[in-house]
């Protein structure tokens, strides 16, 4: 070191210290781009190359109970969303292709698998299947609603063609749809205290929604807060909010028969079960066990249109099973994610054939009646593993006005007159007795 003077020294040690933050540098950049072998190996070895890929050439069957839609409808709905989904290819890596996205993400809905699970499968990162599924999720319930498979009525003379099909289909006149929420649980949000906390001692977001009488989506309210009381779900969502105040553009009260001047003028109204409040335009049941036959046949009639909802809750868990347990994501995922499975399950109802084994929602799929009486539909088999959506308790007031009494016993009436009796009513009411006196 004699020949180092102190000025020389300073610059070496300069020297030595830049380089090692070089260095440094060096490894963090190459530790940014690292990645494990398993993902290296995607297109050779991935779930997606290997087995999708065939699947879809040789094999509907399996490839429909993977996505619950067949090949022909996967490359309709993946030629709407790629333009969204389509990333850039750069120097580093070969990007996920717009059909690997929608594949994960159906994938993912369809079976409710670990996310871990997943990008084991398909090798790809936790993390990049994560984002595929929160951003895929977003573009589904964004193309399909401006494809119109959740389309929400906005003339009354849409709201009376809704009518008339619950009318002709289940027997019950001027209903505008079937209404019913659930809970979507999932796992407590970071930071949110109580706020999620519901009566079921689980975090959730509420799903409120309507169905028209082909149990199909109408209209849905998603992501109010699951603490609220039992009285307030309803009230304090967007959905109730505007059906009390009017802001639907319902139709006005008519005659059932316009060509029968004797008629009574009735509202149009929604049908929904005992967890709502009685009101001039919301029907719920007689309550109570000790019924007279006309209460009962009333029960029957209403039952059997508001049951609607019930199985259009029940296909689209059924055939969607992310909803088998707590959803692991926070809020703005689980809505997105609820979102994505109410447009696909339009979608598939719009695109089914009841007579297809293969469909999404054939044949006695759902509650139907026979000469046995009512007979269970077959997604009810797993109805009770569902722990990731749950019913709301009950959500209006027992109390009630005398308007809304006289709208309900003038729809008792007609059901039990001549002409608004079906033939099939009292059978149906005397075995319920009978089973229930046994």
């Given at each position: ?130 984002r595929i599924i929160g951003e895929t999720c977003q573009v589904l319930w964004q ?296």
């Amino acid at each position: 070191m004699a020949g180092i003077n102190q000025k020389q020294l300073q610059r070496l040690i300069i020297l030595i210290v830049l380089r090692r933050r070089l260095r440094r540098q060096n490894e963090k950049y190459k530790k940014r781009f690292w990645m494990r072998k398993i993902y290296q190996e995607r297109i050779l070895k991935g779930e997606f190359h290997l087995l999708i890929k065939e699947i879809i050439l040789f094999d509907h069957e399996y490839f429909f109970r993977c996505f619950r839609m067949v090949p022909a409808t996967f490359e309709k709905l993946l030629s709407w969303v790629s333009p969204y989904i389509q990333k850039k290819t750069t120097k580093m890596r070969e990007p996920v292709s717009p059909s690997e996205r929608l594949s994960v993400t159906l994938r993912y809905l369809v079976t409710g698998d670990e996310q871990t699970s997943i990008a084991a499968s398909y090798r790809i990162s936790p993390s990049t299947i994560g984002r595929i599924i929160g951003e895929t999720c977003q573009v589904l319930w964004q193309v399909l609603i401006e494809k119109g498979y959740l389309t929400a009525p906005k003339t009354k003379e849409h709201w009376k063609k809704i009518a008339r099909e619950f009318e002709t289909r289940w027997n019950f006149p001027h209903a505008l749809g079937a209404i019913d929420g659930k809970h979507v649980v999932m796992q407590a949000p970071a930071r949110s205290g109580s706020d999620y906390f519901n009566y079921k001692k689980t975090h959730s977001v509420v799903l409120m929604a309507i169905c028209n009488a082909d149990y199909e989506f109408t209209l849905v309210d998603i992501g109010d807060a699951g603490r609220q009381s039992d009285g307030s779900v309803y009230a304090n969502s967007f959905l109730g909010h505007a059906i009390d105040n009017n802001l639907l553009q319902l139709p006005e009260a008519e005659k059932l028969d316009p060509s029968d001047p004797s008629s009574k003028t009735y509202p149009y109204v929604f049908v929904a079960d005992d967890a709502f409040g009685l009101k001039t335009f919301m029907m719920k049941p007689y309550p109570g066990q000790n019924l007279t036959i006309a209460e009962r046949v009333f029960n029957y009639r209403l039952s059997r249109a508001r049951r609607i909802i019930e199985n259009c809750f029940g296909v689209a868990t059924s055939r969607f099973r992310v909803f088998r347990k707590p959803i692991i994501a926070n809020v703005e995922k689980v809505i997105n994610i609820t979102k994505a499975v109410v447009v696909l399950h339009n979608f598939l109802m719009a695109t089914r054939s009841p007579e297809d084994t293969h469909s999404y929602c054939p044949l006695n799929y759902t509650d139907h009646e026979s000469a046995a009486g009512q007979q269970s539909g077959e997604w009810r088999r797993g109805e009770n593993i569902n722990e990731g959506i749950v019913p709301i308790p009950q959500t209006g007031s027992n109390n009630y006005s005398k308007s809304a009494k006289n709208v309900r016993d003038d729809f008792k009436e007609y059901f039990n007159s001549k002409q608004g009796a079906v033939s099939w009513q009292m059978d149906m009411v005397t075995r319920t007795l009978n089973t229930f006196d046994k």
